[in-house]
Nanobody, 121 residues
């Protein structure tokens, strides 16, 4: 009924930029906080950036000054603008959101399937 679909990943050279998008669809009443997490090969899943419904943001120290999270509530979409990319940014990036569904009027936490970002020459 509700799903998150990421897009915008791909292969980019060090110093380059990518913009990730994550659109929520389905039986949605309201979306709360949204965020981006990433998992490098052989590593755990780390929080990259989050944004609340009132647009308060959090960034991991490793991406501060380089990444920007934003949201478009009318489109049920969260974005991650990634600039000055480094090889260590290589990971699968996952979208996350707290969503109150219309069917239950209860909040659930949802994950997208992930999009691959590879930063390499």
């Amino acid at each position: 009924q509700v799903q998150l679909v990421e897009s915008g990943g791909g292969l980019v050279q060090p110093g380059g930029s990518l913009r990730l998008s994550c659109a929520a669809s389905g039986s949605i009443f309201r979306i709360g906080a949204m965020g981006w997490y990433r998992q490098a090969p052989g590593k755990g899943r780390d929080r990259v950036a989050t944004i609340t419904s009132s647009s308060s943001t959090y960034y991991a120290n490793s991406v501060k000054g380089r990444f920007t999270i934003s949201r478009d509530n009318a489109k049920n979409t969260v974005y991650l603008q990634m600039n000055s990319l480094k090889p260590e940014d290589t990971a699968v990036y996952y979208c996350n959101a707290n969503i109150v569904t219309s069917a239950t009027m209860s909040q659930y936490n949802f994950w997208g399937q992930g999009t691959q970002v590879i930063v390499s020459s």
